[in-house]
């Protein structure tokens, strides 16, 4: 992942507040064609509110570029017809609507537009989940944790994003399904997705990811490769932890 | 009460039952994705059986201004968001396209030989006034305040309610309104002869119920209208907005209304206040269905049409009493049996 290929979300100077509480403060974030970039931090960081702040569920000061177009106020709706996705960390399935229904949905931009491919990828999907094919019939509502974040994830994914954005993906899995899931990250970025992944999970998210942001108190504290930032003694004392030995072992 | 009243009375019954589970569906759609009690839906009622009237007796409706004056103020507001977020040329396509729609029904409503017209036009001329001015009443009054509590959602919604009646004066007059029969023919059925009217008013009722179903449950603009009801924020991450959503349901209701005021029309007089009572057996029914089960609600909304049409034979000063005191025990029943269940899953 070089520095020649093109600049796909590009966020400058991102301002939050919730009242008179700022909760980002001039934060900035880049993510290039092809690459999986993590954002990690503790909590009230203000990690999911970047996200929802770049899809625009939340109101922002500053200046969000997505695929090369500057969304001075962004709008989900219009954001997501353009090829932006968001697994949001409570999921927000529709729980009494059936897995396929779901699924479906996610094609709802595409169908609008008069798109009428998304049979394709609803195979796609469910190659990439044949657990999610098994229960095809049954409600969301119904499904375990993990087959709710896969759906999750399937349902963003039926909208054919350029980018998606996943928020806490990990957040009460299982270690093995925690694995399975970051394994199909690495999947996605091969067909081309680029991936902004914000993660508790330091360990697995800068394994997987090519490039880290650290955000601590709203603000960009640290940020440089995975690789490096795996490395750097500051993340490994504060949020990877020599101890935790056997997270490395799962994340393999 | 021998068997032919029965009869009688049932068809009375089932016919009037049929207009109020259309209502009592609509009612439930727009408060399941909207969270609004939908008060005007009678309105609607009213306003499509008097402006049929009005074709009918060849008298160009001010109907038609109403509608150009709304779609002025629609678009205008239009134009202020355009000037907000920068020029657009589809959406400047769009507002062209309501402008000369509302137009081209202000020079037809005007220049057309309206009585002379076969019914099935008269019925979609009626139609074309009405529907596009229920997304512009949610465009204008609901969608700025969208996320408000359902308390000043109903308030606002009585509001549009009480407006619609006045201006339903201003446009009608205080004189009923009643249009001819789709046909003149009869069946016997034995010794019970059927209106054809009846039949009609059945008819397509279970067509469009079964329409509604079709589209709710096989479609994905239905299914997209569902998911924005069972989850705002997952339909909104799906690019299915709740504008949108709120439009899409307003046009439902104001056909659906509409259309149940041009079958019913025939049927009985209707005045320009006659609505309020219409849609409140509709309500009736969607509170026997708990504001959330369709079937439940049809079928309690025909109940409520034949508990007042026999209760019209027995005791009809008291007819409206009994069909509203029905609810009493509605509500009990589904105040102890339902537990509070929180919207948020997970």
Same mark, same amino acid.
Request: proline share 4%; charged share 15%; aromatic share 8%.
């Given at each position: 992942?070089? !520095? ?11 301002? &939050? ?27 009230? /960081?203000?990690?999911?509110? *970047?996200?929802? !702040? ?21 709008? &989900? ?54 657990? =999610? ?7 969301? /509502? ?23 954005? =996943?928020?806490?993906?990990? =957040? ?20 081309? &997705?680029?991936?902004?992944? &914000? ?5 697995? /998210? ?10 601590? !108190? ?10 490096? *930032? ?9 949020? =990877? ?7 490395? *072992?799962?994340?393999? | ?50 402006? $049929? ?179 705002? $924020? ?17 046009? $439902? ?94």
């Amino acid at each position: 992942m070089t !520095a020649q290929t093109e600049k796909l979300l590009d966020v400058r100077d991102l301002h &939050v507040a919730y009242g008179k509480v700022e909760a980002l403060t001039g934060v900035s974030v880049e993510v290039r064609e092809g690459q999986i970039v993590t954002v990690i931090g503790p909590n009230g /960081a203000g990690k999911t509110t *970047l996200l929802s !702040a770049i899809i625009g569920i939340l109101r922002s000061k500053g200046e969000v570029h997505f695929d090369g177009q500057l969304y001075a106020t962004p709008d &989900v709706e219009i954001l997501v017809g353009d090829g932006l996705g968001l697994v949001p960390e409570k999921r927000e399935l529709f729980a009494s609507m059936s897995v396929q229904d779901n699924l479906q949905l996610g094609a709802f931009q595409r169908y609008r537009r008069g798109d009428r491919g998304y049979e394709t990828t609803l195979a796609e999907v469910y190659s990439l989940f044949p657990r =999610l094919w098994e229960r095809r019939h049954q409600m969301a /509502a119904t499904l375990s944790g993990g087959e709710r974040q896969m759906l999750a994830i399937g349902r963003a994914l039926m909208g054919k994003p350029r980018l998606l954005m =996943l928020d806490e993906p990990s =957040l009460g899995l299982a270690p093995l399904i925690t694995r399975e899931i970051f394994r199909i990250f690495a999947d996605l970025r091969r067909q081309g &997705v680029s991936i902004l992944l &914000v993660e508790q999970n330091a360990r697995a /998210a800068l394994k997987v990811a090519d490039y880290a942001y650290v955000l601590e !108190a709203g603000q960009v504290a640290m940020q440089g490769k995975a690789a490096d *930032l795996a490395n750097d003694p500051r993340v490994i004392e504060a949020y =990877l932890g020599l101890a935790s030995k056997h997270q490395e *072992l799962l994340s393999s | 009460m021998n068997f032919q009243i029965a009869v009688l009375l049932g068809q009375d019954g089932v016919t009037n039952g049929a207009i109020y589970a259309l209502l009592a569906l609509s009612i439930l759609l727009v408060f399941t994705v909207t969270r609004i009690l939908l008060i005007p839906q009678g309105e609607f009622v009213t306003y499509g059986a008097l402006t $049929m009237a009005a074709i009918q007796s060849g008298h160009p409706t001010a109907l038609a201004w109403m509608l150009l004056a709304l779609m002025l103020i629609d678009c205008a507001l239009d134009l202020r968001t355009m000037l907000q977020n920068g020029f657009n040329m589809l959406k400047m396509r769009w507002i062209g396209l309501k402008l000369g729609y509302a137009l081209l029904l202000c020079v037809l409503i005007q220049t057309l030989p309206l009585a002379e017209i076969p019914m099935v036009a008269q019925a979609l001329l009626t139609l074309g006034l009405l529907v596009p001015m229920g997304p512009i009443i949610y465009r204008l009054f609901f969608q700025p305040i969208a996320s408000a509590p359902a308390l000043v959602l109903l308030i606002v919604s009585i509001a549009v309610h009480v407006a619609m009646v006045g201006i339903g004066l201003l446009l009608f007059g205080p004189e009923g309104g009643r249009t001819k029969p789709f046909s003149d023919a009869g069946f016997s059925l034995g010794p019970v002869l059927l209106k054809s009217q009846t039949l009609w008013v059945i008819l397509v009722s279970i067509t469009l119920i079964i329409l509604l179903f079709i589209a709710f449950e096989r479609t994905l603009y239905g299914k997209a209208l569902r998911a924005a009801a069972i989850n705002r $924020m997952g339909a909104r991450l799906m690019g299915i907005s709740p504008v949108f959503a709120g439009k899409a349901t307003f046009a $439902m209701a104001t056909f659906i209304g509409a259309l149940s005021g041009i079958l019913i029309a025939p049927i009985t007089t209707l005045y320009f206040d006659s609505g309020f009572i219409i849609s409140l057996k509709g309500f009736v029914g969607a509170i026997i269905g708990g504001l959330a089960s369709y079937p439940v609600a049809a079928v309690g909304a025909l109940a409520v049409g034949l508990i007042e049409a026999f209760s019209m034979f027995w005791a009809s000063n008291y007819k409206e009493i009994i069909v509203f005191t029905l609810i009493i025990p509605f509500l009990l029943w589904r105040s102890l049996t339902s537990r509070h269940v929180e919207e948020e899953e997970e």
